[in-house]
């Protein structure tokens, strides 16, 4: 089993900058892809951001946060990071960090081949 935990989420003016963090544990060794989702009210769970950890520097973006979002690792710390910045108001939503062991490569941003996910945290950004 795989847990994950997030944190780093608050409320920003529009314009500003969060990161969150994505702390793994358990057995992750065949974990291959760990992703950042996000879902507003009334609105489906959607695909951010998403990193191949089985090795190299593998990732893929939503075109909605591409040039805003940067995903990445740090290996020792089994930890994921989300660095969001020029947050807009359309980015306002719970964001999930979730795993998987596999799948197809052209649908990583779908949240339905997920094994693992953890408990969210609120981003909120004001206009």
């Known amino acids: 089993q795989v847990q994950l935990v997030e944190s780093g989420g608050g409320s920003v003016q529009a314009g500003g900058s969060l990161r969150l963090s994505c702390a793994a544990s358990?057995?992750?060794?065949?974990?291959?892809?760990m992703g950042w989702f996000r879902q507003a009210p009334g609105k489906e769970r959607e695909g951010v951001a998403v990193i191949y950890i089985g090795g190299g520097t593998t990732t893929y973006y939503a075109d909605s946060v591409k040039g805003r979002f940067t995903i990445s690792q740090d290996n020792a710390k089994n930890t994921v990071y989300l660095q969001m910045n020029r947050l807009k108001p359309d980015d306002t939503a719970m964001y999930y960090c979730?795993?998987?062991?596999?799948?197809?490569?052209?649908?990583?941003?779908?949240?339905?081949?997920?094994?693992?996910w953890g408990q969210g945290t609120q981003v909120t950004v004001s206009s």
């Open positions: 358990g057995y992750t060794y065949s974990t291959n892809f």
């Open positions: 979730a795993a998987r062991n596999g799948g197809l490569i052209s649908r990583l941003l779908e949240p339905s081949g997920y094994n693992y």
